[in-house]
Nanobody
Framework: QVQLVESGGGLVQAGGSLRLSCTAS????????MGWYRQTPGKQRELVAT???????NYADSLKGRFTISRDNAKNTVYLQMNSLKPEDTAVYFC????????????WGQGTQVTVSS
Protein backbone atom coordinates (compact mmCIF):
# COMPACT_ATOMS: atom_id res chain seq x y z
CA GLN A 1 0.00 0.00 0.00
CA VAL A 2 1.52 3.28 -1.13
CA GLN A 3 1.31 6.11 1.35
CA LEU A 4 2.29 9.70 0.71
CA VAL A 5 2.40 12.03 3.69
CA GLU A 6 2.63 15.77 3.17
CA SER A 7 3.76 18.33 5.69
CA GLY A 8 4.92 21.90 5.81
CA GLY A 9 1.77 23.80 4.98
CA GLY A 10 0.56 26.73 7.01
CA LEU A 11 -0.14 30.42 7.08
CA VAL A 12 2.40 32.84 5.63
CA GLN A 13 2.36 36.48 4.64
CA ALA A 14 2.62 37.53 1.03
CA GLY A 15 6.25 37.56 -0.07
CA GLY A 16 7.17 34.81 2.36
CA SER A 17 8.34 31.26 1.77
CA LEU A 18 7.27 27.75 2.69
CA ARG A 19 8.72 24.34 2.01
CA LEU A 20 6.37 21.41 1.60
CA SER A 21 7.54 17.85 2.12
CA CYS A 22 6.09 14.61 0.82
CA THR A 23 7.43 11.40 2.29
CA ALA A 24 6.65 8.10 0.61
CA SER A 25 6.17 4.82 2.44
CA UNK A 26 8.77 3.20 0.22
CA UNK A 27 11.53 4.15 -2.14
CA UNK A 28 10.65 7.11 -4.34
CA UNK A 29 12.49 5.32 -7.13
CA UNK A 30 9.58 2.90 -7.30
CA UNK A 31 7.68 5.77 -8.95
CA UNK A 32 8.18 7.03 -12.47
CA UNK A 33 7.45 10.55 -11.39
CA MET A 34 6.37 12.55 -8.39
CA GLY A 35 4.89 15.96 -8.18
CA TRP A 36 2.71 18.55 -6.57
CA TYR A 37 -0.75 19.72 -7.49
CA ARG A 38 -3.00 22.27 -5.86
CA GLN A 39 -6.69 22.86 -5.60
CA THR A 40 -8.96 25.66 -4.47
CA PRO A 41 -12.68 25.31 -3.73
CA GLY A 42 -14.79 24.98 -6.84
CA LYS A 43 -11.81 24.56 -9.14
CA GLN A 44 -10.06 21.61 -10.69
CA ARG A 45 -6.83 20.34 -9.28
CA GLU A 46 -3.96 21.90 -11.19
CA LEU A 47 -0.37 20.97 -11.80
CA VAL A 48 2.28 22.78 -9.80
CA ALA A 49 5.45 20.82 -10.55
CA THR A 50 6.66 17.34 -11.41
CA UNK A 51 9.97 15.52 -11.11
CA UNK A 52 10.66 12.35 -13.06
CA UNK A 53 12.79 9.45 -11.93
CA UNK A 54 15.38 10.67 -14.41
CA UNK A 55 15.49 14.08 -12.79
CA UNK A 56 13.50 16.06 -15.34
CA UNK A 57 11.32 18.80 -13.92
CA ASN A 58 8.20 20.48 -15.21
CA TYR A 59 6.46 23.52 -13.76
CA ALA A 60 3.24 25.37 -14.34
CA ASP A 61 4.22 28.36 -16.44
CA SER A 62 2.87 30.84 -13.92
CA LEU A 63 5.02 29.39 -11.14
CA LYS A 64 8.38 29.13 -12.86
CA GLY A 65 11.06 30.99 -10.98
CA ARG A 66 9.18 31.00 -7.67
CA PHE A 67 8.66 27.30 -6.96
CA THR A 68 11.28 24.55 -6.99
CA ILE A 69 10.74 20.82 -6.76
CA SER A 70 13.52 18.60 -5.46
CA ARG A 71 14.03 15.27 -3.73
CA ASP A 72 16.09 13.56 -1.08
CA ASN A 73 16.46 9.94 -2.14
CA ALA A 74 17.76 8.77 1.21
CA LYS A 75 14.69 10.18 2.97
CA ASN A 76 12.21 9.05 0.30
CA THR A 77 11.00 12.63 0.27
CA VAL A 78 10.08 15.15 -2.39
CA TYR A 79 10.04 18.85 -1.57
CA LEU A 80 8.37 21.92 -2.95
CA GLN A 81 10.14 25.15 -2.11
CA MET A 82 7.77 28.06 -2.56
CA ASN A 83 9.17 31.59 -2.55
CA SER A 84 7.65 35.02 -3.06
CA LEU A 85 4.27 33.63 -2.18
CA LYS A 86 1.15 35.45 -3.29
CA PRO A 87 -2.42 35.32 -1.95
CA GLU A 88 -3.44 33.51 -5.13
CA ASP A 89 -1.13 30.65 -4.14
CA THR A 90 -3.56 29.85 -1.35
CA ALA A 91 -4.78 26.28 -1.90
CA VAL A 92 -4.62 22.73 -0.68
CA TYR A 93 -1.43 21.22 -2.03
CA PHE A 94 -1.37 17.53 -2.87
CA CYS A 95 1.57 15.24 -3.38
CA UNK A 96 1.27 12.91 -6.34
CA UNK A 97 3.19 9.85 -7.43
CA UNK A 98 2.86 7.99 -10.71
CA UNK A 99 3.63 4.48 -11.78
CA UNK A 100 3.35 3.41 -15.41
CA UNK A 101 2.59 -0.30 -15.57
CA UNK A 102 0.88 -0.59 -18.97
CA UNK A 103 -1.64 1.86 -17.54
CA UNK A 104 -1.04 4.83 -15.33
CA UNK A 105 -1.46 4.51 -11.59
CA UNK A 106 -1.79 7.70 -9.56
CA UNK A 107 -1.26 7.92 -5.83
CA TRP A 108 -2.18 10.94 -3.74
CA GLY A 109 -1.41 12.32 -0.36
CA GLN A 110 -4.06 13.76 1.91
CA GLY A 111 -3.18 17.35 1.10
CA THR A 112 -1.78 20.21 3.12
CA GLN A 113 -3.29 23.67 3.36
CA VAL A 114 -1.25 26.68 2.33
CA THR A 115 -2.71 30.08 3.11
CA VAL A 116 -1.03 33.29 2.00
CA SER A 117 -2.30 36.46 3.62
CA SER A 118 -2.07 39.85 1.94
Amino acid sequence: QVQLVESGGGLVQAGGSLRLSCTASGSIFSFDAMGWYRQTPGKQRELVATLTIGGNTNYADSLKGRFTISRDNAKNTVYLQMNSLKPEDTAVYFCNAIKWRVVRYDYWGQGTQVTVSS
